[in-house]
């Protein structure tokens, strides 16, 4: 993601110099507190991942563990590459032994820029593991929320939008209806349709259209639809379908685009007037400058297990605060996801919406010891617990090891591979 930095007009000193200016130190990191946190003589001693299966996807925890008994708690999880990332986690192991974890960072640059070999999402997964598990330990070690050291609230709730399914526009409307019902404002489903893994143009995007169209009569004009197109579309089906729905207002309409080309969600930008949101496949400060600089979208939609963590997300929204963008952190993932977006929307007055996937399964509340998001009217409180504010049962884990999971293998008609 650093070539996409080749456009803006700043150098990389001159940009890393204006993002310093943007956000000042004791805002991000509270330096009287983590002086505290150094009396406890806290070293790391070793690092553990675990990966749980949730049918369709794997989740991949990280586990930080001190001389002191205090462990924190991070996530990784990326769909198709678990056991990979898994690997690179314990590859930092040998860096973090004997460091001082409250040094966040100054560990966060020595994973990221010692190596030589940066990016990608398999690595920055990674890094944002262990740094948010970082976060946890200097919480718990100082017993307040990680949000506090961040700055403090910015807000007093944080909107959500809920994650919904479906496949036909009768079930997509019952989905959007019943999120209305639980008092949310928001939610978001995928609506290209394609079937039996099979891409047609034409069909793939009049048919989206249409179950828009049904969902926004069942939920009123005022209810916000989000749309997923999950970087399933050609340029000639994002300009078709984001044209034929403007009337529909969608909130957003997400990776409309792949991440190859920016000039490819340019041209997009300028044929409609359908708000645009991407982010999720993007990693660091480096990915996210151009979106912002250029105005490309009005939602950034940068992953905390995948960007680089909890303080790089922060650096993130300050950029996007710089250039009046709006961040809606991209959160399919579990409660540890959630929970370390939220300590970071609590502080940035950039993040405007939070993504928010609930599961209801028993058994995954159990695997957080029974913890659930206080949610009222669509919005979720503050965290409140010690770090991040959630701890893993790894019995629990243990009875949901990891299963290799393959996704979806998408063609046209002629066979050739189609993005999903």
């Known amino acids: 993601m650093i070539s996409h930095m080749r456009n803006i007009g700043l150098n990389r000193r001159g940009f890393l110099s204006s993002l310093a200016a943007v956000i000042p130190v004791s805002t991000l990191y509270n330096q009287k507190l983590v002086a505290q946190a150094k009396t406890l003589n806290l070293k790391i001693t070793g690092l553990k991942t675990i990966a749980v299966n949730v049918g369709s996807v794997n989740w991949v925890f990280c586990k930080v563990a001190t001389n002191q008994g205090l462990t924190g708690l991070g996530e990784g999880s990326i769909t ?5 990332l898994s690997n690179a986690i314990m590859e930092h192991e040998r860096f973090l032994i004997g460091k001082d974890p409250t040094d966040i960072e100054f560990l966060w640059q020595g994973m990221f820029r010692y190596p030589r070999w940066r990016g990608g999402p398999i690595l920055n997964s990674a890094i944002s593991a262990i740094e948010i598990a970082l976060w946890d330990i200097l919480g718990k070690a100082l017993g307040v929320p990680i949000y506090k050291m961040l700055g403090g609230a910015a807000r007093r709730e944080v909107r959500l939008y809920k994650d919904v399914g479906g496949s036909s526009a009768e079930q997509l409307a019952a989905a959007y209806v019943q999120a209305k019902q639980e008092g949310y404002t928001a939610a978001k489903s995928g609506f290209i349709t394609i079937q039996n893994e099979l891409v047609r143009p034409a069909f793939a995007v009049r048919e989206a259209a249409r179950k828009l ?11 916000d639809i ?3 197109a999950h970087g399933q579309l050609t340029t000639v089906m994002a300009v078709d379908f984001c044209t034929r729905i403007e009337e529909l207002r969608p909130f ?3 990776e409309a685009t792949q991440l190859e080309d920016l000039g490819e969600l340019e041209l997009l930008r300028h044929k409609t007037k359908v708000p645009l949101a991407t ?5 660091t400060k480096y990915g996210f400058a151009e979106f912002c600089q250029r105005h490309l979208v009005n939602y950034i939609q940068p992953d905390v297990c995948h960007a680089g963590g909890i303080l790089e997300l ?14 809606s952190p991209h959160n399919p993932q579990s409660m540890v996801s959630t929970l370390a977006s939220l300590h970071v929307d609590a502080t940035t007055p950039a993040c405007t919406i939070q993504e928010y996937a609930p599961k209801r399964e028993q058994w995954i509340q159990d695997l957080f010891h029974g913890y659930q998001l206080p949610v009222k009217n669509g919005m979720a409180a503050l965290p409140s617990g010690p770090g991040l504010g959630v701890e893993l049962d790894e019995k629990v884990a243990a009875q949901h090891p990891y299963k290799p999971v393959t996704r979806a293998q998408n063609k046209f008609s002629d066979g ?3 993005d999903h």
């Open 226 to 228: 989000a749309i997923d």
């Open 80 to 84: 198709s590459k678990e056991a990979t």
């Open 213 to 223: 169209e049904v969902v926004r009569k069942a939920v009123g004009d005022d209810f």
């Open 279 to 283: 982010g999720e496949r993007s990693f």
């Open 252 to 254: 957003f309409v997400e």
């Open 314 to 327: 922060k650096k993130i929204g300050a950029i996007a605060e710089t250039y009046r963008i709006e961040m």
């Open 416 to 418: 050739a591979v189609a």
